[in-house]
């Protein structure tokens, strides 16, 4: 097992809503990468922050933001949730801003949107 | 765009055989190749990474991985499965313009006693 935490471990959201996903990042660790999982599929890179900025997008819709925090833990915002976001959200952490450091995965956050 | 591609959905191999677990890559530049194992309910694990030099990259859990250049390949294999290998494996490649890691779509391996 990782040392990277996630909570909570399952949701349910209306279509609509808002949703907030927290993660904690291994020790020593500064980077935090987070990605959507749909069912069936690899995992697409949603964005990454290293020391509090954000240094990486992938395609994804400005409805979907985060933060890092001064101790590296990190959160995924996601608003006026669509049905199609009903995934698997992960987060890696990393030590350094490069995604080519070695990325320890948590267990993941099951979202459902009805 | 930097891409993989995984085109065996699932493969099945008996406990004891060799298995490979395949992957081609479409990139512009160097490649930096990754392997991922995840585990029903789990996280994804990193197994090895190519980046540069010998062209066989030794990773956890006895696994190793093939970069051939001329065919654009990074084959996963390991030369003895064990049960315990059963899992979704999933390909990547470093993305530059973005600084993201893209992944295939994934492959399910399947060992059996």
């Known amino acids: 097992e990782t040392g990277v935490t996630q909570s909570p471990t399952h949701l349910i959201k209306t279509r609509g809503q808002q949703v907030t996903l927290r993660c904690s990042s291994q020790?020593?660790?500064?980077?935090v990468s987070w990605y959507q999982q749909a069912l069936g599929q690899g995992p697409q890179f949603i964005f990454q922050y290293y020391r509090e900025e954000e240094n990486g997008r992938g395609n994804f819709p400005p409805r979907f933001s985060g933060l890092q925090f001064p101790n590296y833990s990190s959160e995924l915002n996601v608003n006026a949730l669509e049905l199609d976001d009903s995934a698997l959200y992960l987060c890696?952490?990393?030590?350094?801003?490069?995604?080519?450091?070695?990325?320890?995965f948590g267990p993941g956050t099951r979202l459902t949107v009805t | 765009a930097q891409s993989v591609a995984q085109p065996e959905d699932q493969v099945n191999v008996a406990e004891g055989n060799p298995l490979t677990v395949k992957c081609t890559y479409s990139v512009s530049g160097n490649p930096y190749l990754f392997w991922y194992v995840q585990y029903p309910n789990r996280g994804l694990q990193f197994l090895l990474k190519y980046i540069t030099g010998d062209n066989l990259v030794k990773g956890s859990y006895g696994f190793e991985a093939e970069f051939n250049k001329s065919q654009t390949s990074f084959h996963l294999k390991k030369p003895s499965a064990l049960v315990s290998d059963s899992a979704l494996y999933f390909c990547?490649?470093?993305?530059?313009?973005?600084?993201?890691?893209?992944f295939g779509g994934g492959t399910r391996l399947m060992v059996k006693p």
């Open positions: 890696a952490s990393s030590r350094g801003g490069q995604i080519l450091y070695e990325q320890y």
């Open positions: 990547a490649v470093y993305n530059n313009a973005g600084n993201m890691l893209t």
């Open positions: 020790s020593g660790h500064n980077t």
